[in-house]
């Protein structure tokens, strides 16, 4: 099928994704034409999924029937004991549980705000959280409450352990009728935070389902694209969480589109590991995981990978950069379908949907590219006087569309330097747009100025991690009086394997031009710090911040 026929097929009139013009906030937009107008219309469709299981954790297993008679009664009782109601804020502080699910799906029901306080957090964090967004409820359970110290945390407190069960008890109810706005705020995620202090990007029903209907579309247009059946994989959808509910990977894909899509979600509590992932994948014949950060490799180079039967696996994906070329191998080799099984999304928690997309044959082709920008969003190059540039230049993403975060949660400047005229939004990354496709250099904050000369730490990682004796490595800069920067390269060897520094660098200067390769090294052992999006947190490496609760 060509890309015209395929596009048509989706998007043209008629089609499941039908495109049209609308004002969103003030701004002509493309929409979606059919879509959901709240989540509380997305929750009710998954009615027709029935008797499927939706969430399996530990011991619990959750119907989609289930699931919705637990909502209804948790959104009653949330309603009529704790007064919550349209735009009240419920912060919600606890590792990935049916409970957490439970009462977010029951406060964006009520119209409410669910406040994603991060899991990781230390005590100054967590207070730091809640003294922004000031919610009326918290949910939340003993370990991380226990970090309070026995103090207040100054709302009424659900503790999980102890007060839930009661929320989830008596007669099946209906879910709440109030009107809600697609416009309406639904949620505050928190940045993740790798310098300064988070900020909560507030986002809107229509956000979150726009999430969803990207995620969707692109889906179904890449199956068309390549001339696959709907369903490539006969066995049931099935999904394996290994990351948490307050991150965009855990919530929209995890919770949210599964919801929509009535896939099967598996979910794990606690630090990773990956014996219990592998556990999981054979027993529960997961089809899709997305392995962030280093979970992928540390599962797909297992030494005992061979005890485990993984042939269920179909979808093997990641997001915010690009996968190491290593790692790209390695999922060719294990997958049952190859290249098949490669995909990676773009976007943040600002951008709320997924921004570009790559995946299969094309992911294969172009493995340093996030792929082709995604029907609905607008995409920009631009300088730093912020004149489009451009194919081929270099310069910060900024891009548009009906979902963008309504802005910061009570921090209008950060807002303004985020999100311009016309709704344009500021993405703070480094990147080109080459032959429709998006390439991702760095994170402004991120880039190395050395000599006057633009050094993107991506490129150099790319290249060590490339070494067969690397697991990871991190690139940054470091001072220096007379060029200003110097580069500066974090690298965990394999295990068993000991590279010297001088070996590292002549690998580096094979590819890279001189001035690209590190003159500072430090190989450890410990793996590096990681955040909940599976992030390297380089001011940890850089001495900035401490990292406490980074790898929890």
């Given at each position: 099928m060509?890309?015209?026929?395929?596009?048509?097929?989706?998007?043209g009139?008629?089609?499941?994704?039908?495109?049209?013009?609308?004002?969103?906030?003030?701004?002509?937009?493309?929409?979606?034409?059919?879509?959901?107008?709240?989540?509380?219309?997305?929750?009710?469709?998954?009615?027709a999924?029935?008797?499927?299981?939706?969430i399996?954790?530990?011991?619990?297993?959750?119907?989609?029937?289930?699931?919705?008679?637990?909502?209804?009664?948790v959104?009653?009782?949330?309603?009529?004991?704790?007064?919550?109601?349209?735009?009240?804020?419920?912060?919600?502080?606890a590792?990935?549980?049916p409970?957490?699910i439970?009462?977010?799906?029951?406060?964006?029901?009520?119209?409410?705000?669910v406040?994603?306080l991060?899991?990781w957090?230390?005590?100054?964090?967590?207070?730091?959280?809640l003294?922004?967004?000031?919610?009326t409820?918290?949910?939340?359970?003993?370990?991380?409450?226990?970090?309070?110290?026995?103090?207040?945390?100054?709302?009424?407190?659900?503790?999980?352990?102890?007060?839930?069960?009661?929320?989830?008890?008596?007669?099946?109810?209906?879910?709440?009728?109030q009107?809600?706005d697609e416009d309406?705020?639904?949620?505050?995620?928190?940045?993740?935070?790798?310098?300064?202090?988070?900020?909560?990007?507030l986002?809107?029903?229509?956000?979150?389902?726009?999430?969803?209907?990207?995620?969707?579309a692109?889906?179904?247009?890449?199956?068309?694209?390549?001339?696959?059946?709907?369903?490539p994989n006969?066995?049931?959808?099935?999904?394996?969480?290994?990351?948490?509910?307050?991150?965009?990977?855990?919530l929209?894909?995890?919770?949210?589109?599964?919801?929509?899509?009535?896939?099967?979600?598996?979910?794990r509590?606690?630090?990773?590991?990956?014996d219990?992932?592998?556990r999981?994948?054979?027993?529960?014949?997961?089809?899709?995981?997305?392995?962030?950060?280093?979970?992928?490799?540390?599962?797909?180079?297992?030494?005992?990978?061979?005890?485990?039967?993984?042939?269920?696996?179909?979808?093997?994906?990641?997001?915010?950069?690009?996968?190491?070329?290593?790692?790209?191998?390695r999922?060719?080799?294990?997958?049952?379908?190859?290249?098949?099984?490669?995909?990676?999304?773009?976007?943040s928690?600002?951008?709320?949907?997924?921004?570009?997309?790559?995946?299969g044959?094309e992911?294969?082709?172009?493995?340093?590219?996030?792929?082709?920008v995604?029907?609905?969003?607008?995409?920009?190059?631009?300088?730093?006087?912020?004149?489009?540039?451009?194919?081929?230049?270099?310069?910060?993403?900024?891009?548009?569309?009906?979902?963008?975060m309504?802005?910061?949660?009570?921090?209008?400047?950060?807002?303004?330097k985020?999100?311009?005229?016309?709704?344009?939004?500021?993405?703070?990354d480094?990147?080109k747009?080459v032959?429709?496709r998006l390439?991702?250099?760095?994170?402004?904050?991120?880039?190395i100025?050395?000599a006057?000369?633009?050094?993107?730490?991506?490129?150099?990682?790319?290249r060590l991690?490339?070494?067969?004796?690397?697991?990871?490595?991190?690139?940054?800069?470091?001072?220096h009086?007379?060029?200003?920067?110097?580069?500066?390269?974090?690298?965990?060897p394999?295990?068993?394997?000991s590279?010297?520094?001088?070996?590292?660098?002549?690998?580096c200067?094979?590819?890279l031009?001189?001035?690209?390769?590190p003159?500072?090294?430090?190989?450890?052992?410990?793996?590096?710090?990681?955040?909940?999006?599976?992030?390297?947190?380089?001011?940890?490496?850089?001495?900035?911040?401490?990292?406490?609760?980074?790898?929890?």
């Amino acid at each position: 099928m060509t890309p015209d026929q395929a596009y048509s097929q989706v998007y043209g009139p008629g089609s499941p994704f039908e495109l049209s013009e609308e004002s969103v906030l003030g701004e002509t937009m493309s929409v979606f034409k059919q879509r959901p107008r709240s989540l509380r219309e997305v929750l009710s469709a998954s009615a027709a999924h029935g008797d499927k299981e939706y969430i399996v954790h530990g011991d619990r297993r959750i119907t989609y029937a289930e699931h919705l008679e637990l909502v209804a009664r948790v959104a009653q009782k949330l309603r009529d004991q704790h007064g919550v109601g349209a735009g009240d804020r419920v912060a919600i502080l606890a590792a990935n549980c049916p409970e957490w699910i439970l009462s977010y799906w029951a406060v964006v029901s009520l119209g409410g705000i669910v406040v994603a306080l991060n899991g990781w957090w230390t005590r100054d964090e967590i207070e730091y959280g809640l003294s922004l967004a000031e919610p009326t409820l918290l949910i939340a359970d003993e370990r991380r409450l226990a970090r309070l110290e026995g103090d207040d945390p100054g709302m009424p407190t659900i503790v999980i352990e102890e007060d839930f069960a009661a929320l989830e008890a008596g007669d099946t109810g209906n879910l709440p009728e109030q009107p809600i706005d697609e416009d309406d705020p639904a949620l505050i995620l928190f940045t993740s935070g790798t310098t300064g202090r988070p900020k909560g990007a507030l986002i809107s029903h229509r956000g979150l389902i726009g999430f969803i209907q990207v995620t969707q579309a692109a889906g179904f247009y890449g199956l068309l694209l390549r001339g696959a059946p709907p369903n490539p994989n006969p066995l049931p959808m099935c999904a394996l969480l290994t990351v948490p509910l307050f991150h965009v990977s855990g919530l929209f894909a995890g919770c949210m589109l599964n919801l929509a899509l009535g896939a099967k979600t598996v979910w794990r509590s606690g630090k990773f590991d990956p014996d219990d992932a592998l556990r999981l994948i054979e027993s529960e014949r997961v089809t899709q995981w997305a392995g962030l950060g280093s979970m992928g490799p540390r599962v797909l180079n297992h030494p005992d990978l061979a005890k485990y039967d993984i042939s269920s696996l179909s979808n093997l994906g990641g997001g915010g950069a690009p996968m190491s070329p290593a790692y790209l191998k390695r999922v060719t080799e294990v997958a049952t379908n190859g290249a098949g099984a490669l995909s990676i999304g773009y976007g943040s928690s600002e951008s709320v949907a997924v921004i570009a997309t790559n995946g299969g044959e094309e992911m294969a082709k172009h493995p340093d590219s996030t792929g082709r920008v995604n029907v609905t969003f607008e995409l920009e190059i631009r300088d730093a006087s912020e004149t489009p540039l451009p194919d081929g230049s270099e310069g910060e993403i900024h891009v548009r569309s009906p979902y963008s975060m309504i802005g910061y949660w009570r921090n209008p400047e950060a807002t303004e330097k985020a999100l311009k005229p016309g709704r344009w939004l500021a993405t703070g990354d480094i990147g080109k747009l080459v032959e429709g496709r998006l390439y991702i250099n760095s994170r402004a904050r991120d880039m190395i100025l050395r000599a006057a000369e633009n050094i993107y730490p991506i490129e150099i990682e790319a290249r060590l991690e490339r070494h067969p004796d690397v697991r990871e490595a991190a690139v940054i800069g470091v001072d220096h009086p007379e060029l200003g920067q110097e580069v500066k390269a974090v690298v965990v060897p394999e295990t068993g394997a000991s590279p010297t520094t001088e070996t590292l660098a002549a690998w580096c200067g094979e590819t890279l031009a001189s001035f690209k390769v590190p003159s500072h090294w430090d190989v450890r052992t410990a793996p590096l710090p990681r955040n909940a999006a599976g992030k390297i947190v380089k001011t940890v490496l850089t001495g900035e911040s401490s990292g406490v609760g980074i790898d929890e």
